[in-house]
């Protein structure tokens, strides 16, 4: 079947959506052994702010919008095929200041008089539009760094895909007050790349801004964030210039906007090649000061909209047309019934097969996660159990919740199964009330391995809630972890709602991360500097410096350069580099090599990894470091 025209406008994400999938296939263990327990949130960098950026609640902002994208596609082999396709777009796009908390700031966002040319069906054309069409949420780190987007539920996988490549295009990540140049790591429709920002030095006012992409490090799958060499070559430039204006409010300091972006992909052999060239412009046309309109708080809330993070691309499963010609009409019965019969021999891809399938029947058939319940409740072998809980964990949605919750408060069933159903519950987007009150119980179960398990799915939860906007319940969710830490009876109760308060991520944790990593445990300080992982604030790179350099445990030691590994790269080079070269155990020069191979590309790191390859006394890190020059 012939690709359509708007198909072939996001196939770059599509392909590497495919790879992604075919390397985890590949990779990934049976998920009938893979455990259950959220160790960890999500792994999104949280970049730890120089300066304090304000954004003043209610301020709208109008500009004028065009831009042009033309997309190929290149077949390989002696007689290639190369389709193209133009589109282009010019539309009204509104935003305006819904919140705003010490982490993230959230807009509201609309594109208005749309006109969108495109070759193909007409249909199609309009359909694209009337999505584009749907207000959204853009939610970015106070510096401007673009986080995730909340899309009404309606909008498919391809519309979002158009909306993310658009606004991530259109974001400017603020350097620290007074700087003439600044770099910055951040992600778009692609990947996560390097950026490079610097004052335009024709321009005396010190307000115009050239913007220019350095490489990717990691590019956005379906699995999340993956190496730029498990999926292929990606090429290309991108360079924006920026007119600010001056001012403490951020949300009004952009006045215009032009870029231009070139991106090929190579996948490799037997796939195709995509690439595509777009520009774009923006420009101020009016502004004003003034309270947000209740249906665009309701946005924030509303169960009609879905969380749609920049790190990972919106599975095509997630589109209802698609779940059902997934499905080709099969019944939870057959599902069911496939699920048990599956050979001993499977090597974890025919139950993968089986439980994506669930996970889209549940999304359509909200009451078949009810009978998945009770069928679990009344008794299933346990590689059938398993299955089904991480389905409607998978399916994120409101009905896989409430089933999941309804399992977790029958306390007849098993130990085992109610905590899978409280971890895997831990491990939704976008935790329901019910979800949250649930887990708010669990944490003071009577059975110890629910509650411990509870803790940490409540941490998870609470770093969704803050994602979802939803900061009062994050900050009960945090408040809660926090009375339990402090009421600890033992070290090892301590440890455990350390690691929950790392999955949350709230600043407000600081204060007491900082007590514990002075503790005479070397346990609860590594604990402690693991959590300081998400937590943005001004002073936690330079703890976590401190920690890798000075701290006199190992497993401190490398605990810091873990937390690292979630924060932007750029400004720890010279620690790392520090770290790599004079630590005197190798379990921690190592622990650095691995970071470095997420940005072997950069002269810096390639300059320590020569040096390491030849100098280091341990051959293990030595031939580490040689790997990655090759």
Do not use: C
């Amino acid at each position: 079947m012939r690709i359509r025209p708007w198909q072939l406008l996001l196939l770059l994400v599509v392909v590497l959506s495919a790879l992604s999938l075919w390397h985890k296939r590949h990779a990934a263990q049976s998920p009938s052994d893979a455990p259950a327990t959220p160790l960890s949130s999500s792994a999104l960098t949280t970049p730890a702010a120089t300066t304090r950026f304000a954004w003043s609640i209610g301020t709208r902002q109008v500009y004028k919008l065009s831009t042009q994208r033309v997309v190929h596609l290149r077949g390989r082999g002696p007689e290639p095929t190369d389709d193209t396709f133009p589109l282009t777009l010019t539309a009204r796009y509104t935003t305006t200041v819904l919140q705003q908390d010490d982490v993230l700031v959230s807009l509201a966002a609309r594109l208005d008089d749309i006109q969108l040319q495109m070759p193909g069906d007409p249909a199609a054309r309009t359909q694209l539009q009337n999505a584009l069409g749907r207000p959204f949420v853009q939610v970015h780190e106070s510096n401007g760094k673009l986080r995730s987007l909340r899309l009404h539920r309606d909008v498919d996988a391809y519309a979002r895909g158009f909306v993310k490549a658009l606004i991530a295009s259109l974001q400017l990540v603020r350097g620290p007050s007074g700087a003439t140049d600044w770099q910055t790591q951040e992600l778009d429709a692609t990947g996560e790349y390097s950026a490079s920002y610097r004052r335009d030095p024709a321009h005396s006012d010190g307000q115009h801004i050239q913007k220019t992409r350095q490489s990717y490090q990691q590019v956005r799958s379906a699995a999340g964030l993956m190496a730029v060499a498990q999926l292929g070559q990606i090429t290309g430039a991108l360079t924006v210039q920026l007119q600010l204006a001056e001012g403490s409010d951020e949300a009004v300091r952009l006045i215009q906007a032009e870029g231009r972006d070139q991106l090929t992909v190579d996948p490799g052999k037997d796939m195709p090649i995509v690439s595509s060239e777009s520009s774009f412009s923006l420009t101020r046309i009016d502004g004003q000061q003034g309270s947000p309109q209740p249906h665009e708080l309701a946005m924030l809330t509303s169960p009609d909209y879905t969380l749609s993070p920049l790190q990972m691309m919106d599975a095509l499963d997630s589109d209802r047309r698609a779940d059902e010609q997934q499905l080709k009409g099969a019944s939870l019965a057959d599902l069911m019934q496939a699920l048990r019969a599956l050979p001993a021999t499977d090597n974890g891809s025919q139950r993968a097969e089986l439980q994506t399938k669930l996970s889209a029947l549940f999304r359509t058939q909200p009451d078949a996660a009810k009978q998945a319940a009770a069928a679990i409740a009344a008794g299933l072998p346990e590689p059938v159990t398993k299955t089904l809980l991480g389905s409607l964990s998978g399916a994120q949605s409101a009905a896989g919740q409430a089933a999941l919750v309804d399992l977790l408060n029958q306390r007849s069933l098993s130990s085992a199964i109610r905590e899978n159903a409280v971890a895997v519950l831990g491990l939704s987007d976008a935790p329901t009330e019910a979800t949250s009150e649930a887990l708010h119980k669990a944490v003071r179960d009577a059975d110890p391995d629910v509650r411990s398990t509870a803790a940490l799915a409540l941490g998870n939860a609470a770093g969704a809630q803050r994602q979802q906007s939803q900061v009062s319940a994050a900050e009960a969710s945090v408040d809660e972890l926090i009375q339990l830490y402090q009421a600890a009876q033992t070290e090892d109760e301590q440890l455990l709602y350390l690691q929950a308060l790392g999955n949350a991520g709230d600043p407000r944790t600081l204060p007491l991360l900082q007590t514990a990593t002075q503790s005479q445990s070397a346990a609860i300080r590594s604990a402690a500097t693991q959590a300081l992982r998400f937590v943005s604030a001004t002073s936690v790179d330079a703890l976590l410096v401190q920690l890798m350099e000075q701290d006199s445990a190992v497993e401190v030691r490398r605990a810091a350069v873990f937390s690292i590994s979630f924060r932007p790269f750029l400004g720890f080079v010279a620690s790392l580099q520090k770290a790599v070269l004079a630590d005197k155990a190798a379990p921690v020069r190592q622990d650095v090599i691995q970071l470095f191979a997420r940005y072997k590309q950069l002269p810096a790191v390639q300059q320590t990894l020569r040096s390491v390859s030849e100098r280091d006394p341990s051959p293990e890190v030595r031939r580490a470091a040689s790997e990655l020059l090759r």
